[in-house]
């Protein structure tokens, strides 16, 4: 009987990982296709200035308008992009979409503004990714203080004078550098020291239950002090109501982001945000 049992989960197992082999290959060539085809839309969710209430920048979002299913969030596909790499050239065709669009925006005459945009780690793992991403801002003829880029904790268990190097040369170049997601990754405080970004944003599952888990609030609290020690600024992502935004703002976080002031919205509705540029004098 054990061995029936044993042969019974083996089968169960081999079934599963065929389903999920077929799953990905299905998911692989529709990214393929997605890529081919144009499917892939970004939206724009806004930042602000938790004390001025000022948009400072506004973070780039990747949706899949697939022909059947309709719109699909990035967690449905990005994880599986990962997998099969194919988030280099859709990470690539992000960043190419965001600077086109921040260039268009100060064209039609709005103030310019920052645009962030998520990078994967693989992208510091293959090829050159200071050569891809310098070359998409001058191609768009976008200056890189208007491009934020946001890093995951995982870049960190990669050789970390290989990222060092990388970091300094982007800030060099005066892009501006966050850490997406902070405290639920790998980033120890040394490795920290070292990297030089410009911002930490605070994973929203610290934001969630702000008011009433002190835990919370001591995690917050605390990454606020390590990032004023380091001279960084602190964005709360995630940020859903009114006592959130006092308890951040009591707690000297600089910057909010989050269905409290806007979903991610698609390029027509968040031109609302945007400030119109002051014209010649
Ligand atoms: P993220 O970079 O941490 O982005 C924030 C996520 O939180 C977004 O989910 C956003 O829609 C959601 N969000 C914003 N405000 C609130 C709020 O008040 N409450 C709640 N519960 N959620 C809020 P989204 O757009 O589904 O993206 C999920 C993740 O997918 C992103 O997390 C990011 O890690 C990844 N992602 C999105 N676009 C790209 C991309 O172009 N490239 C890569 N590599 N990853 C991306
Ligand atoms: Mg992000
Ligand atoms: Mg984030
Ligand atoms: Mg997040």
Redesign the pocket.
Known sequence: HAKDSGRNTYRFYTDKMNIDAMERLRMRNGLAEALLKQQFV??Y?PQFDLHSAELVGI?????WNHPEKGLI???KF?PI??QTGQ?VP??EW?ISEACRQAKAWQQQGYAPVRVA????SLHFKRGDVIKMITGLAQEHDLDPQYIEL?L?EAIMLQDVDHILDIVKTFKTLHFTLSI??FGTGYSSLAFLKRFRVDKL?I??SF??NLEVDTHDLAIIRSIIQLAKGFNMRTIA????TQEQLEILRREGCQEG????FS??LPVKQVVKYLHVAPGPA
């Not at 992502?237 to 859903?240: S, W, Y």
């Open positions: 970004l939206y969710q973070e780039a979002l990747i949706r969030l990035p967690d990005i992009a990962e988030i859709i990470g992000v945009v998520n990078l994967s946001e995951t997406d997601d944003k994973d929203g934001i969630r992502e995630g940020l859903e982001q989050g269905y409290f979903y991610p």
